[in-house]
């Protein structure tokens, strides 16, 4: 190796270095694409001919070849614990008037920060090169992420530090790559990412680094937890971490107890300008000295609190009220509005549920609304600024017939099929060949929880079933190359990549299928105990009704409301032609025998809700594996209820009622790893 080309392969990477920090830390690129992938060129050149050159540390190295198998379990020195939460300023006096009692010291310091949403990350450097990245885990162990996170050009490989370095930050996507990200997806006929949390949660756990980097992921760095002796606060530590080319937020603020409010209300009113989510702020006492001082309860620390903001409003106007039709017949009326932003993103379209939400609120057309993210995800609209009555329009009607395909209207009290979510009235497009229904249906089929259909995204749904090329699920089977190729922006690749992805679905177990059909009643949890207790298509479509019956009392859970609603299901002539169709076309395996397994949810029957950090049913699976059962809805012998974010008011009452323990997704993961606390 020539002194030259060493030197020439340093400078090069140095200069990489340099613009990754402007581009994902700074925002601010100072070249352009061209440029930085010609020194991207450059780098690979003198690689290829001088092999010594290639170390962990290069920017040609930030991919690992080859998917792993699974991720290794790391057990922490320091546990990385959650934060107790608060609703209200009033919690955050109490917070604080708690830290100044313990310390008898009314002159302390507190840092206020975003809270990032996103996925909780430790990455550990040593003589200045990242060697390890970990997942949060349980909060005492993590799995180990190192080359996915590798891949995250925010992160440098190397810092300018010569010791042992370990920190804690968030994975995280700005509003903009998600956008795109989520475009490219349904280009592909994936299901979009619900939010940012949820793309960089899911994205940091995959097996295949080469996958995780094709997805713009950022990390911002919150904290210190192993380093030099050379700060006596958090806010001089992160201030030290910047110099050091790592990427943090770079908004905190450290104030006196008396002006915490100012900076909570700050962040709050700003939080739309940010290109990052936060639901929230983060109140530190900022001296480490009196953080050990006050030290921790067994889940939470002393020295710290969240502050969950409210869910962001936006002013707006409705242009029209108009009324989508789902798969099950559904009318739903959506506000479509004059597009405004509202949590970052840009909104034109707000559920309205239902004609009593309609009626309550008094929606009209020309009304200008205040809109709000229900869950920091579904538009809704919450309320009419009645100061502002000039344009309104005539009182909105629900139609009495489906707008979709002209057919007859039925009306159900919805609290028939689900009580906790109260009297109002479902209106139902009764039309066998609606299409608006079939279009539904074909979705739900393909969904990567049932089918999984890939390549078949709503737009080429549309045109199958305006055309009159699919009708049914059945009939998706039907589909040539040469039938597909023929459709409207329909390319060779993309039809091969729809055929094979319709192939694929063909071998998927008998729980898909059912699930896939959106039997009344029918969950996925309940799709699968149904499978597991009748094996296969074949077996289902050769049972009559008293058989059917006793099969399905015979599975735990199994009431008789979801008996009745799934022996009506199989009595229907043309649903019985639909699986027969399918069954004549080989769809889908018999479901495997699965044993009883013993393991540390034995006796637990549990019950999961709201958005997590992973899908459900990779959740679902981890609870089985544990040799824990998984219900569908909260019962009276329902043991655990584990809620994520989001969770409606009626699963609380019901736990509360039934006495269920309520767990957050941290709780059921120390509970599998046999770590926790709880009783």
Not at 553 to 580: Q, S
Request: glycine share 8%; with cysteine.
């Amino acid at each position: 190796m020539t002194t030259g080309a060493a030197e020439r392969h340093a400078a090069l990477c140095k200069e990489i270095a340099a613009h990754d920090y402007r581009y994902y830390v700074l925002d601010d690129p100072s070249v352009s694409d061209a440029t930085y992938d010609a020194l991207m060129r450059d780098v690979r050149a003198l690689e290829a001919t001088q092999l010594s050159l290639v170390s962990a540390d290069s920017p040609t190295q930030r991919v690992s070849g080859a998917p792993r198998e699974g991720l290794r379990k790391v057990v922490r020195a320091a546990k990385m614990y959650s934060l107790d939460n608060a609703y209200a300023t009033a919690d955050v006096a109490a917070f604080v008037t708690r830290c100044v009692d313990a310390l008898a010291d009314d002159a302390i310091a507190f840092c206020v920060e975003p809270k990032l949403d996103g996925a909780s990350l430790e990455v550990t450097y040593d003589a200045g090169k990242l060697t390890l990245a970990t997942t949060r885990g349980d909060g005492a162990v993590g799995e180990d992420v190192t080359n996915n996170v590798r891949t995250i050009r925010s992160l440098p490989l190397t810092i300018a530090y010569s010791g042992r370095l370990t920190l804690r930050g968030e994975v995280v996507l700005y509003r903009r790559d998600l956008a795109t990200l989520n475009e490219a997806r349904e280009r592909d006929g994936l299901e979009p990412f619900a939010n940012p949390r949820n793309a960089a949660a899911g994205s940091l756990r995959m097996l295949d680094a080469r996958e995780v980097a094709k997805r713009p992921l950022r990390v911002m760095v919150y904290q210190l937890v192993e380093g030099p002796e050379l700060h006596a606060r958090h806010s001089e530590s992160l201030a030290w971490l910047r110099t050091l080319g790592l990427p943090t937020h770079g908004l905190d603020v450290c104030v006196r107890a008396e002006r915490i409010d100012d900076e909570l209300a700050r962040l709050d009113r700003t939080r739309g300008e940010y290109p990052f989510e936060t639901d929230g702020a983060v109140v530190k006492v900022d001296a480490y000295a009196l953080q050990d001082r006050l030290g921790f309860t067994s889940k939470y620390p002393r020295w710290a609190m969240a502050y969950k903001f409210a869910a962001e409003r936006a002013r707006t106007r409705v242009i029209d009220i108009v009324i989508q039709v789902g798969r099950t017949g559904a009318l739903t009326p959506v506000a479509v509005l004059e597009p405004v932003l509202l949590a970052g993103t840009t909104v034109s379209r707000a559920s309205l549920h239902n004609g009593d939400q309609i009626a309550e609120l008094d929606v009209r057309v020309g009304d200008a609304v205040l809109v709000e993210k229900a869950g920091e995800v579904i538009p809704q609209v919450v309320a009419v600024d009645s100061s502002d009555s000039s344009a309104r329009g005539e009182p909105f009607r629900m139609p009495t017939s489906c707008p979709a395909c002209g057919g007859s209207v039925s009306a159900k009290l919805r609290d028939e099929e689900k009580p906790e979510l109260g009297a109002e009235v479902a209106l139902r497009c009764t039309s066998r060949r609606c299409p608006a229904k079939i279009k539904g249906a074909l979705l739900h089929w393909s969904r990567r929880f049932a089918m999984d259909v890939g390549h078949l995204g709503e737009s080429l749904v549309e045109q199958l079933v305006d055309t009159g090329t699919v009708t049914d699920a059945a009939s998706l089977y039907d589909l040539t190359f040469d039938t597909i190729v023929k459709l409207d922006r329909m390319g060779e690749k993309s039809a091969q990549n729809l055929v094979e992805a319709i192939g694929a679905s063909k071998a998927r177990p008998f729980s898909r299928l059912l699930t896939g059909l959106g039997i009344p009643q029918i969950g996925q949890v309940a799709a699968k105990q149904m499978a597991e207790r009748i094996r296969s298509l074949d077996a289902l479509l050769a049972m009559g009704d008293e058989n059917l019956r006793t099969e399905l009392a015979a599975i735990h859970g199994f009431g008789e409301k979801m008996i009745d609603a799934a022996v009506a299901f199989m009595n229907d002539g043309e649903t019985r032609a639909l699986l027969t169709r399918l069954s004549d076309r080989h769809v889908s395996l018999p479901e495997a025998v699965v044993e009883r397994i013993e393991g540390p949810l034995t006796g637990h029957r549990v019950c999961v809700t709201g958005t997590l950090s992973r899908k459900r049913e990779a959740v679902h699976t981890a609870i089985r594996q544990a040799g824990g059962t998984v219900h569908e809805s909260v019962k009276k012998d329902t043991t655990d209820l584990v809620a994520g974010e989001s969770v409606g008011q009626a699963k609380f009452d019901q736990a509360k009622k039934y006495g269920v323990r309520v767990l957050s997704e941290t709780d059921l993961d120390a509970l599998i790893a046999g770590t926790s606390l709880l009783p």
